[in-house]
């Protein structure tokens, strides 16, 4: 296995950053079914596409399925450990844009649409880029 492959499948975690990991990805997975399949009481592609142009998020499906379909699939890949690395970076950079698309107007808090749900959503997904999937992952079991 090259050095390059090795290091990013390696992890310096244990068990509770596979716990944190497998919730956060949880949360993904949900968020982007609602976003692409409608799933969850979500408004599906169309009415996700039709959300992003209306906060100035354009093309709408365009944004809608980068979106959508990293939450999702890098959310799967979270549960599981798989390419946790590259899935967090995703994902972070997901929580970056809703936060400061959508919620930094609106101040920290949730009762507000604040921002300080994505902000613990990014704070977990950094923390799996900077350690990896931790000791019950996909990427350990390879990188051993």
């Keep these: 296995m090259s050095p390059m492959i090795k290091n990013l499948l390696s992890t310096r975690a244990g068990y ?8 956060v990805g949880i949360i993904f997975a949900a968020h982007g079914s609602q976003k692409l399949f409608g799933w969850f009481g979500g408004g599906g ?3 996700t596409a039709q ?8 093309p709408g499906t365009l944004m809608a399925l980068l979106s959508g379909g990293t939450e999702f699939f890098a959310g799967l890949a979270l549960i599981i450990g ?15 844009v809703a ?21 613990a959503l990014l704070g977990g997904t950094i923390a799996v880029m900077l350690e990896g999937a931790g000791k019950w ?8």
């Design 99 to 119: 936060i400061f698309s959508v919620h930094i107007q609106h101040g920290l808090f949730m009762a507000n649409n604040g921002y300080e749900f994505a902000l």
């Design 45 to 47: 592609l169309a009415g």
């Design 82 to 96: 798989l390419l946790a690395r590259p899935a967090a970076l995703g994902l972070s950079i997901v929580s970056l």
């Design 51 to 58: 959300w992003m142009e209306s906060i100035g998020l354009a």
């Design 137 to 144: 992952s996909a990427d350990r079991a390879i990188a051993n």
């Design 16 to 23: 509770g950053l596979t716990v944190l990991r497998i919730f």
